[in-house]
């Protein structure tokens, strides 16, 4: 069974910083790391232990703080997928 944990993510001077939102009972679980994927791992180990699941169990949905960043992280995303069916259809 795979559970969506959403966080939300800020970048520091040298790290990203992520905590999770809306986790049952008011848990949190927190990460800091120096890349986004050391970052992302460290926080789904962290929530996976917060709720008590297995390992490779959670699946995180993370924002950014920064609307900016965001909105050209989903464009790169959306970039990519119409990249993908192209290649696909070729």
């Known amino acids: 069974m795979t559970q969506i944990v959403r966080g939300l993510v800020t970048r520091g001077k040298a790290n990203w910083i992520a905590s ?4 049952p009972d008011g848990k949190t679980a927190m990460a ?8 992302t791992a460290i926080l789904q180990e ?12 959670v699946v995180l949905d993370l924002k ?16 990519r997928g119409v990249l ?6 070729a």
């Open 20 to 23: 999770t939102q809306g986790l």
């Open 32 to 39: 800091l790391g120096k890349t986004w994927k050391q970052m």
């Open 46 to 57: 962290a929530a996976e232990m917060t709720l008590a699941l297995p390992s490779g169990s």
């Open 64 to 79: 950014l703080d920064d609307p900016e960043l965001q909105r050209l992280i989903d464009e790169t995303k959306r970039t």
């Open 84 to 89: 993908r069916d192209a290649q696909f259809e």
